[in-house]
């Protein structure tokens, strides 16, 4: 059974950083993208940056500069490193693998940003 693992959000002030990890369990297989979405309102998951199988990046506009996708394929582990956050970036952050016929999601990670 896959099994998506959030963990690292926290309570900062605007302009602070947060790394958030993801760990991986289960196989999967034929993994497109592994990626990061932000719900701040219900049932409104927004894209956040996404990297590929082929290693190629992409990240919404209003985060590309100060957030940093990465993954460790040894420890099965994809992170988001977010600095110089900003009070908009506020929300419940949700691990995303997909894999053209499947969407495996976590239980999310809360991230709040006070100015």
């Known amino acids: 059974q896959v099994q998506l693992v959030e963990s690292g959000g926290g309570s900062v002030q605007a302009g602070r950083s947060l790394r958030l990890s993801c760990v991986v369990s289960?196989?999967?297989?034929?993994?497109?993208?592994m990626g990061w979405y932000r719900e701040a309102t219900e049932n409104e998951r927004l894209f956040v940056a996404e990297i590929f199988s082929s290693g190629r990046f992409d990240y919404a506009d209003s985060v590309r500069g100060r957030f940093t996708i990465s993954r460790d394929i040894a420890k099965n582990t994809l992170y988001l490193q977010m600095n110089s956050l900003k009070p908009d970036d506020t929300g419940t952050y949700y691990c995303?693998?997909?894999?053209?016929?499947?969407?495996?999601w976590g239980q999310g990670t809360q991230v709040t940003v006070s100015s």
């Open positions: 289960g196989i999967v297989e034929n993994v497109n993208s």
């Open positions: 995303n693998v997909e894999t053209g016929t499947q969407d495996y």
